[in-house]
């Protein structure tokens, strides 16, 4: 369904790749928890950047958002869409990137792991966490409590499982 959506919209080749390789990604960050919800995991990651059908800024994240709310997704699809950019956009941020101004940080466990297997994969390859932190000491401007928060996420989805 979430498939066949994207291409419904339009969305490009290489963001549908993308979207599939995030949901590999995030199944296997689940698999860390019994209590993660597969299903709106799947969901989510398939339809995390679909609003990139029609813009490639920041704000793709809320026009995905309109985009599955005219499908008749719920809210907790909703929330994984709107708040998978990056380690999550505080308000204060938000204010700073021209975005309604409200928290887009990740509050569930599912929003968390779909926004870090995000943040784990760049176009349709699996990164280490330091290629991002490189990566955002390269794009942002002020990356210090961004890399904070990326870190403090892949502590609690993945380190923490580790031998």
Same mark, same amino acid.
């Given at each position: 369904?979430?498939?066949?959506?994207?291409?419904?919209?339009?969305?490009?080749?290489?963001?549908?790749?993308?979207?599939?390789?995030?949901?590999?990604?995030?199944?296997?960050?689940?698999?860390?928890?019994?209590?993660?919800?597969?299903?709106?995991?799947?969901?989510?990651?398939?339809?995390?950047?679909?609003?990139?059908?029609?813009?490639?800024?920041?704000?793709?994240?809320?026009?995905?958002?309109?985009?599955?709310?005219?499908?008749?997704?719920?809210?907790?699809?909703?929330?994984?869409?709107?708040?998978?950019?990056?380690?999550?956009?505080?308000?204060?941020?938000?204010?700073?990137?021209?975005?309604?101004?409200?928290? %887009? $940080?990740?509050?569930?466990?599912?929003?968390? !792991?779909?926004?870090?297997? +995000? /943040?784990?994969?760049?176009?349709? @390859?699996?990164?280490?966490?330091? %290629? $991002?932190?490189?990566?955002?000491?390269?794009? !942002?401007?002020?990356?210090? +409590? /961004?890399?904070?928060?990326?870190? @403090?996420?892949?502590?609690?989805?993945?380190?923490?499982?580790?031998?």
């Amino acid at each position: 369904m979430e498939k066949e959506l994207l291409k419904k919209e339009h969305t490009p080749e290489n963001v549908i790749s993308h979207c599939e390789a995030v949901y590999k990604k995030a199944m296997k960050i689940a698999s860390n928890f019994e209590n993660a919800d597969t299903d709106l995991i799947r969901k989510g990651a398939l339809l995390h950047d679909i609003g990139r059908s029609k813009t490639h800024d920041i704000t793709h994240a809320i026009v995905g958002v309109e985009i599955a709310k005219k499908y008749g997704y719920d809210q907790d699809v909703l929330n994984i869409i709107e708040r998978h950019i990056g380690a999550g956009i505080t308000e204060e941020e938000s204010k700073k990137l021209g975005l309604p101004e409200k928290s %887009y $940080v990740p509050q569930t466990l599912e929003e968390k !792991i779909v926004a870090h297997a +995000d /943040n784990l994969v760049s176009g349709s @390859e699996e990164v280490s966490v330091e %290629y $991002v932190i490189e990566k955002w000491k390269r794009r !942002i401007e002020d990356p210090d +409590d /961004n890399i904070e928060r990326l870190i @403090e996420m892949d502590n609690e989805l993945i380190k923490s499982f580790e031998e």
